[in-house]
């Protein structure tokens, strides 16, 4: 069974930073294209970033683009989201996701991922 493993999560003032990691084992890496998601109380859940198998591809929603980077270590089987410049609006439960592929695409619809791991908590106080 394919797992994903989310880490990094916490509390932090507004303008600091976090990265948040997603392994995911019992399969193998490079066949899948990887993705962040987010969602507040409330709200449903909405695209953050995503990037394809290789990593040449990245994808961001607007409200992150210029302060969050995603990335990838194919050899450590694990993707990365590197949060700066945070704001109390980015206040979610993160979620990584994976989409088996075979093309060069990242994938910035929650409908396309094939496996989710259990959420991190990313708490922004002001």
């Known amino acids: ?19 948040l990691s997603c392994t995911l084992s019992r399969t193998t890496f490079t066949n899948y294209a990887m993705g962040w998601f987010r969602q ?21 929603a607007d409200s992150v683009k210029g302060r969050f980077t995603i990335s990838r270590d194919n050899a450590e089987n694990t993707a990365y989201l590197q949060m700066n410049s945070l704001k109390p609006e980015d206040t979610a439960v993160y979620y990584c996701a994976a989409r088996f592929t075979t093309t060069r695409n990242s994938f910035a619809l929650i409908s396309r991922y094939d496996f989710w791991g259990q959420g991190t908590q990313v708490t922004v106080s002001s």
Not at 1 to 19: T, Y
Not at 42 to 60: L, M, P, T
């Open 40 to 60: 507040a109380p409330g709200q449903e859940r909405e695209f953050v970033a995503a990037i394809n198998r290789s990593g040449s591809d990245k994808n961001y």
């Open 1 to 19: 069974q394919v797992q994903l493993v989310e880490r990094g999560g916490g509390l932090v003032q507004a303008g600091g930073s976090l990265r």
